[in-house]
T-cell receptor
Framework: EADIYQTPRYLVIGTGKKITLECSQT?????MYWYQQDPGMELHLIHY???????EKGDLSSESTVSRIRTEHFPLTLESARPSHTSQYLC??????????FGSGTRLTVV | SQQGEEDPQALSIQEGENATMNCSYK?????LQWYRQNSGRGLVHLIL?????REKHSGRLRVTLDTSKKSSSLLITASRAADTASYFC????????????????FGGGTRVLVKP
């Protein structure tokens, strides 16, 4: 039973389209993260937030943007999708002293 | 570049056997965590070990940490088919302060296949 929800689960979209991947958590965690993962590969941090109105870029350069207007909500937006954005996007949240809780991920395919 | 590197990359064992995988990292850490990922899904947190701890147990899981060698191991005892998954180590660096709320750097994972 996930306390962090990602939608959509799968998305196939054409090149140039704008998309928003949704991530919401019900645990009241102040810290939230977006990771990108290609199949069978390591996770790369692309964005993180330590609280409302606080967002930072991660270690992997990404053309996506994020916002954190509410504690529970951390959406990721791609203004113009490209085939190179095809990947799995994983959202996670954490609270001090505990590990991350991950959502089930959004598998994005840009055609 | 990867902070953590798992070894082996893949492991195939029979049900009931033990599975051991290792993680090496490069820089000082605040804590090291292990996660499990079933195919195509999100990751599930398994265990966290702090830099001042040497060993930790959780059910059939045993984690060791050797900060002098910058390495950790995860042992799964009496494996089951349901343990088939990829296992990732992740490190939290010290400069962010605090505990597991730090951003984590993940390794490439070990793919474990447990045959019934």
């Amino acid at each position: 039973e996930a306390d962090i929800y990602q939608t959509p689960r799968y998305l196939v979209i054409g090149t140039g389209k704008k998309i928003t991947l949704e991530c919401s958590q019900t645990m009241g965690h102040d810290k939230m993260y977006w990771y990108q993962q290609d199949p069978g590969m390591e996770l790369h941090l692309i964005h993180y937030s330590y609280g409302v109105n606080s967002t930072e870029k991660g270690d992997l350069s990404s053309e996506s943007t994020v916002s954190r207007i509410r504690t529970e909500h951390f959406p990721l937006t791609l203004e113009s999708a490209r085939p190179s954005h095809t990947s799995q996007y994983l959202c996670a949240s954490s609270s001090l002293g505990y590990g991350y809780t991950f959502g089930s991920g959004t598998r994005l395919t840009v055609v | 570049s990867q902070q953590g590197e798992e070894d082996p990359q893949a492991l195939s064992i029979q049900e009931g056997e033990n599975a051991t995988m290792n993680c090496s990292y490069k820089t000082s850490i605040n804590n090291l965590q292990w996660y499990r990922q079933n195919s195509g899904r999100g990751l599930v947190h398994l265990i966290l070990i702090r830099s001042n701890e040497r060993e930790k147990h959780s059910g059939r899981l045993r984690v060791t940490l050797d900060t002098s060698k910058k390495s950790s191991s995860l042992l799964i005892t009496a494996s089951r088919a349901a343990d088939t998954a990829s296992y990732f180590c992740a490190t939290a660096g010290p400069r962010s302060g605090g505990d597991a709320g730090n951003k984590l750097t993940f390794g490439g994972g070990t793919r474990v296949l447990v045959k019934p």
